[in-house]
């Protein structure tokens, strides 16, 4: 499957803001944004006004770099959200939380999304004792996903959970790091989504 494989930091530059691709190192002064806060490429400091679809494609092209989706991954969840009874931005967020590579990182088992779907992908996670090795897997309510015994002692996962709880678990996930172990206590709702995302000029770019 194709995939980006150039420098994730020019994401974080084309997007205007830390998308948090890189791990530790987006809390450091080696950040990308922290040091050259303007697009990538030869005319990245002449910005330019962006007006209608310019503004939703932006949005669109923000989220989907966040959770590290390709275009047709994208538009599938979107599609799955607007069949859905209520608002369609909002279950779209949802759509995307729930997804296994989504949760894991999360709950503090990996350092950035891209790493929790390696993880995800070459069998370290279980969800309620069954392993799952398909990152785009959504996650039900009362499900407990959890590294598989034999990966905890990964140098990259002790490491990682040892900093989730100064990073900060969503309310609806609940962590047992001692277990290496967390429980979807619910679904989640817009209001636990603290991503700074308008998903209401999403909506207005596919209904076009």
């Given at each position: 499957?194709?995939?980006?494989?150039?420098?994730?930091?020019?994401?974080?530059?084309?997007?205007?803001?830390?998308?948090?691709?890189?791990?530790?190192?987006?809390?450091?002064?080696?950040?990308?944004?922290?040091?050259?806060?303007?697009?990538?490429?030869?005319?990245?400091?002449?910005?330019?006004?962006?007006?209608?679809?310019?503004?939703?494609?932006?949005?669109?092209?923000?989220?989907?770099?966040?959770?590290?989706?390709?275009?047709?991954?994208?538009?599938?969840?979107?599609?799955?959200?607007?069949?859905?009874?209520?608002?369609?931005?909002?279950?779209?967020?949802?759509?995307?939380?729930?997804?296994?590579?989504?949760?894991v990182y999360s709950l503090g088992f990996a350092a950035s999304r891209a790493q929790a779907r390696q993880l995800v992908r070459h069998g370290h996670v279980?969800?309620?004792?069954?392993?799952?090795?398909?990152?785009?897997?959504?996650?039900?309510?009362?499900?407990?996903?959890?590294?598989?015994?034999?990966?905890?002692?990964?140098?990259?996962?002790?490491?990682?959970?040892?900093?989730?709880?100064?990073?900060?678990?969503?309310?609806?996930?609940?962590?047992?790091?001692?277990?290496?172990?967390?429980?979807?206590?619910?679904?989640?709702?817009?209001?636990?989504?603290?991503?700074?995302?308008?998903?209401?000029?999403?909506?207005?770019?596919?209904?076009?």
């Amino acid at each position: 499957m194709a995939r980006y494989s150039e420098s994730v930091c020019r994401l974080c530059r084309r997007e205007g803001m830390k998308l948090f691709l890189k791990g530790d190192r987006c809390f450091k002064d080696k950040c990308a944004i922290e040091r050259r806060n303007y697009p990538p490429g030869q005319h990245g400091r002449r910005r330019s006004k962006l007006l209608g679809y310019g503004i939703q494609l932006r949005e669109k092209q923000k989220v989907k770099r966040i959770y590290g989706l390709l275009e047709s991954q994208f538009r599938l969840a979107f599609a799955r959200a607007e069949r859905r009874k209520g608002i369609t931005g909002a279950n779209l967020l949802e759509e995307l939380e729930r997804r296994l590579d989504n949760v894991v990182y999360s709950l503090g088992f990996a350092a950035s999304r891209a790493q929790a779907r390696q993880l995800v992908r070459h069998g370290h996670v279980a969800v309620n004792g069954r392993k799952v090795s398909i990152p785009s897997f959504r996650v039900s309510k009362g499900q407990v996903v959890a590294i598989k015994e034999k990966s905890r002692i990964n140098e990259q996962i002790k490491a990682s959970v040892e900093t989730a709880r100064a990073r900060g678990v969503p309310s609806w996930l609940d962590l047992t790091p001692e277990t290496f172990a967390g429980t979807v206590l619910e679904l989640p709702k817009r209001e636990d989504i603290k991503l700074p995302i308008q998903e209401q000029l999403i909506v207005e770019l596919y209904s076009k």
